[in-house]
């Protein structure tokens, strides 16, 4: 007949779960009951600590590229998430990792992934790689082509040599076109492609 004031969680821990009190069932059907409730004693009683497993969130920094949703919650021992694929024009996506630069990898996309704390994953990059033709345009010029890693120092544009004639420049077609620079200019190109030189009467 008498009472008590059921305690809290004490010293009692549960990695990665939080405490919600008490129930006569250790599958918590029973009567709950929660910390600093009084109950009354008319018999040797059990009482059964409950918990609920923690939310973690993990956040998806894409370092310019693009991914939905940026930032997902993980319930301790639910299914693993399935970590997705970010997509930034002109790179491609190596994986998940810890850490700004450098690091150990978590994962790439479509892995499975189980966070133990909520965490923020990097998307890291490597630079496509595109080909710069040169079309001397009858001209002799070299080299006749570079590779370029996409997010490098420009390229130089090379000079060319046609007896009787001076470079105009490197344009995007054999004639007429855009010019996109003359011998010495920096160019960073966003895909594979052929320059044409062109050229005016007069060495």
Do not use: K, R
């Not at 996309?109 to 630079?127: C, D, R």
Request: aromatic share 14%; proline share 6%; glycine share 16%.
């Amino acid at each position: 007949g008498s009472s008590i004031t059921l305690p809290n969680v004490g010293t009692l821990t549960y990695l990665n779960h939080t405490f919600n009190g008490w129930n006569t069932l250790g599958s918590g059907s029973g009567i709950a009951y929660a910390s600093g409730a009084s109950l009354t004693l008319n018999s040797d009683t059990v009482l059964y600590a409950q918990w609920s497993p923690v939310a973690f969130t993990v956040t998806y920094n894409t370092e310019g590229g693009t991914t939905s949703p940026t930032s997902v919650s993980f319930t301790f021992g639910a299914l693993p998430l399935t970590l997705p694929t970010p997509v930034l024009d002109g790179y491609t996506f190596t994986g998940w990792y810890g850490t700004f630069v450098g690091g150990t990898i978590t994962g790439v996309g479509g892995a499975p992934y189980s966070p133990t704390s909520s965490t923020t994953l990097y998307a890291h990059w490597t630079g496509d790689t595109y080909l710069v033709a040169f079309n001397g345009g009858g001209g002799t010029v070299s080299p006749s082509s570079v590779p370029f890693v996409n997010g490098s120092s420009p390229l130089s544009l090379p000079s060319a040599t046609l007896v009787g004639f001076s470079l105009s420049g490197w344009y995007t077609t054999i004639t007429g076109g855009d010019l996109v620079g003359v011998a010495g200019s920096a160019y960073t190109p966003t895909q594979s492609l052929v320059l044409y030189a062109q050229w005016i009467t007069g060495a």
